[in-house]
């Protein structure tokens, strides 16, 4: 193998598409974005948080900061063309608010889309600003899920069809076979 350099680039991609909901001006918007991260993995008592990041001037940006609510659609691969759709066009300029058939949460104002196969809704904990952008940090309210999207009780990455993307290439992915089983597969290395 030989490596070169490429600068300072981030090559984390693939990213996990998702569509982000918030109320703005007393309706639904939405903004397709890629750069969403998970802050921490725990179950039980502490709550779980995610963040996305958004430039500063996205319209959807007021609609968090006036509310502190969003939520994160997770759409599938036969979304593909509405979800570009979402993040080609601003709702500043565009209404979107009718682009999904809308699903209640628990939150008035973290709009969820009804035929996406996983949504969450959180709540503002914290926004972070870097640069133009601003990092939205989000505690998860609740999850909902397609049922025909589970197995064994669990979300079934391969019945969600989720659309991946990839900034380096600016092409959209799926995802592929399961390759393995993490924390087992490495445990005939220990010594």
């Not at 703005?24 to 725990?42: L, R």
């Not at 870097?130 to 609740?142: K, R, Y």
Request: net charge negative; with cysteine.
């Amino acid at each position: 193998m030989k490596r070169v350099a490429i600068g300072g680039k981030n090559a984390l991609y693939p990213s996990l598409t998702t569509i982000v909901g918030a109320e703005v001006d007393g309706k639904p918007n939405w903004i397709t974005i890629a750069h969403v991260g998970i802050m921490n993995h725990s179950y039980g008592e502490v709550p779980q948080y995610l963040s996305i990041g958004l430039h500063s001037s996205h319209y959807t940006n007021k609609g968090i900061h006036e509310y502190g609510e969003f939520s994160i659609n997770i759409p599938s691969q036969a979304m593909l063309q509405i979800t570009d759709y979402a993040g080609l066009v601003t709702g500043e300029k565009v209404d979107k608010s009718e682009l999904f058939p809308l699903e209640s949460g628990s939150l008035n104002h973290a709009p969820l889309i009804a035929n996406c196969p996983v949504s969450m809704e959180l709540k503002l904990s914290q926004t972070v600003n870097i640069g133009q952008h601003e990092i939205f940090i989000g505690e998860v309210v609740n999850t909902y899920i397609d049922e025909a999207c589970l197995t064994d009780g669990k979300p079934d990455l391969a019945k969600i069809d989720p659309l991946l993307f990839d900034f380096m290439m600016i092409d959209y992915w799926s995802i592929g076979k399961r390759t393995g089983k993490p924390w087992r597969d490495g445990k005939s290395l220990k010594k």
